[in-house]
């Protein structure tokens, strides 16, 4: 069984705090990882995306990853309460689109 | 403006009724993806389709079934033999199914009640 796991939440940080989002993976061979928002009630939308072991940066946005222990991380510096939202992890165990595997998302609640 | 526009939003439907969630897109997008999104779960993959004409199964397409006649669109018929098809339901596309970039373009979700 494929799987990808999420903590459900809710995560609630600070204002101007750092959030940290985990997610795990089972299948070894997966080789790429994205991490979507969705605000409540709306659609998921993409705001990073990782293939390569180590972090990729985009703004105050941080992705991780480390394929031996399987999983991948979102790291939001400079919480805003306008991060508030689910964070929602999809892997790839496959080479298409159609193979992606997704966690149940983790809610992020940022107080002023 | 470019997307994916999804109708209706909300519906509700009687036990044993088929009903059909329309989903189409003006993004020039090769694939479409049909998705259900239930609490506590991650989107699951009902159906998809890389070309016009072309569709293939997902996860969980029992009691579900789809059209693909033109590019641009991409229905979703939930039949009465889908026993638990209370759900939110996301129509997707992306350029081409085999791009591997996992950037897919979502519609706003349809949220489907049964009474």
């Known amino acids: 069984q494929k799987e990808v796991e999420q903590n459900s939440g809710p995560l609630s940080v600070p204002e101007g705090a750092i959030a940290s989002l985990n997610c795990t993976y089972s299948d070894r061979g997966s080789q790429s990882f994205f991490w979507y928002r969705q605000y409540s009630g709306k659609s998921p939308e993409l705001i990073m995306f990782i293939y390569s072991n180590g972090d990729k940066e985009d703004g105050r946005f941080t992705a991780q990853l480390n394929k031996a222990s399987q999983y991948v991380s979102l790291l939001i510096r400079d919480s805003q309460p306008s991060d508030s939202a689910t964070y929602l992890c999809?892997?790839?165990?496959?080479?298409?689109?159609?193979?992606?595997?997704w966690g149940a998302g983790t809610k992020l609640i940022i107080k002023p | 403006d470019g997307g994916i526009t999804q109708s209706p939003k909300y519906l509700f439907r009687k036990e044993g009724q088929n009903v059909t969630l329309s989903c189409e897109q003006n993004?020039?997008?090769?694939?479409m993806y049909w998705y259900r999104q239930d609490p506590g779960q991650g989107l699951r993959l009902i159906y998809y389709?890389?070309?016009?004409?072309?569709?293939q199964k997902g996860d969980i397409a029992e009691g579900y079934s789809v059209s693909r006649e033109k590019k641009e669109s991409f229905p979703l018929t939930v039949t009465s033999a889908q026993k638990n098809p209370t759900a939110f339901y996301l129509c997707a596309s992306s350029i081409q199914e085999t791009a591997n970039t996992g950037e897919l373009f979502f519609g706003e979700g349809s949220r489907l009640t049964v009474l």
């Open positions: 389709s890389q070309i016009v004409n072309d569709f």
């Open positions: 993004l020039n997008h090769d694939a």
């Open positions: 999809a892997v790839n165990m496959g080479d298409s689109n159609y193979q992606l595997i």
